[in-house]
């Protein structure tokens, strides 16, 4: 879509925004100004745009993550590059088709990285050409499933192992556990907190759990009765103190969120039978290993591409329905990713 032009003859854009805290209803769709990329940026005309669990924790607002109004989405956004700002690296040009990742990501443009993109073939394993379904899934290359797979690379887990992935249907989890299966695991464990999600997590391959149980972390121990090699945990909180109980000695805990928005705090003695505790983070591994963290992508590019790996896309809707993507991310029924398409 062209941009629009006001009488000043700035481009303007439809974007999302947020002008006070609360449910989906708070969302809606502004003109605003096309954004300039700048050094090191390129500009993206979106194509897709992926949905992160996150942004339901910002939009209701009260959280360590607080950002000031009016808010915007942020997200994974697939499109051609169609501006090069400042300094842009080799071999970036117009015309690309790309994924990246972008903090005002629910607007028909985007000004994004230039350094961590993920290029798209227009020919590639799927066949000849891009359509809406494959743009879909091309949404997790940036960051969703480069995290998945820097989780399960830092968390050493043994051949013959058992890992424990929470929210094991979500945009991070189910790639977890796709890839998960390449390091030759004894036992996968996913937990979901709907009937259906268990059934996608078994789907998968994997053990089903419901964290809604109270009894969940017995559930895990009758799968593992000597305990958990890995977790991986994006919901903080008491999930994560008792995913924490449940590490063997010599296995790794892994932070990558506090949907709960309850951040997990650590007692020095909860670590005395040799447990180690990581955060990981994108932008941190960006910023310390940014060669490292663009293999990755190129990695996980090449799985997606051999069919290695597979995100499902749960559904698509009209930029301009954001809200009911929204109502879907709160209702926590989807299974792997919710798209808007501009």
Partial sequence: MRPTMRPTMRPTMRAVRFHRHGGPDVLQLDEVDVPEPGAGQVLIEAEAIGA???????????????????????????????ALGPDTPPGVAVGQRVAALAEDAFAEYAAVDAAFLAPIPDSAAWGTGADSAN???????????????????????????????????????????QLARGYDPKTIIGTASSPARLDFIRSLGAEA?????????????????????????????AVFDQGLELVKPLGTM???????????????????GFKTVTGVSMMGWRGARPDAARADIAEVTRRWQTGDLRPAVHATHPLADVTKLHEALDARTAHGRLVAIP
């Fill in 209 to 237: 759990v419901n964290l809604t149980d109270p009894d969940w972390p017995d559930q895990v121990r009758a799968i593992a009765p000597e305990g958990v090699d890995a977790v991986l945990d994006s919901v903080g909180g």
């Fill in 254 to 272: 892994l932070t990558y969120g506090a949907i709960s928005t309850e951040l997990p705090t650590i007692p020095a003695a909860a670590l005395f």
């Fill in 52 to 82: 992160n669990a996150i942004d339901t924790v910002l939009r209701r607002g009260g959280s360590a993550w607080d950002r000031p109004l009016p808010g915007t989405l942020t997200g994974e956004v697939v499109g051609r590059i169609t």
């Fill in 135 to 177: 743009l879909a899934e091309a949404t997790m290359l940036p960051m969703t499933g480069p995290l998945a797979f820097r989780l399960l690379e830092t968390a050493n887990l043994p051949a013959g192992g058992t890992v424990l992935i929470h929210s094991a249907a979500g945009t991070v989890g189910h790639l977890a556990v």
